[in-house]
């Protein structure tokens, strides 16, 4: 479990579980989500959330992760533009520590 400040001050917090942060991966959700500026602003978290959205409607299975991820983290009182920025940030670290991971297994094999 990982913690997300969610505004700038800190007083704010989320809590993000690795299923959320799979789930993140397993739908791509963060790809070309930002645009060429590089900012996150609320139009970005918008803009994620109506993906979303859209996924969870056009999904014919169970979308229970989505509905997870939702409930959890994107819809959270408290996430606003600040607290997806760390969002972002904390997917990419727990990105390249799970590849690392994943190398260091297929080293070992």
């Not at 607290?83 to 520590?97: A, D, H, P, R």
Request: aromatic residues 6%; proline residues 1%; negative net charge.
């Amino acid at each position: 479990m990982y913690t997300i400040q969610a505004n700038p001050s800190g007083t704010r917090s989320i809590k993000v579980s690795d299923e959320n942060l799979r789930t993140i991966e397993k739908y791509g959700l963060f790809r070309h989500l930002i645009d060429s500026n590089g900012i996150v602003d609320e139009s970005v978290l918008e803009k994620l959330r109506l993906n979303i959205r859209s996924l969870i409607a056009s999904q014919e299975e169970d979308s229970k992760d989505l509905l997870d991820l939702c409930i959890d983290v994107i819809y959270h009182n408290n996430m606003k533009a600040f607290g997806l920025q760390q969002l972002i940030k904390l997917y990419l670290t727990w990105m390249s520590s799970t590849q690392d991971e994943e190398e260091e297994g297929e080293a070992e094999s």
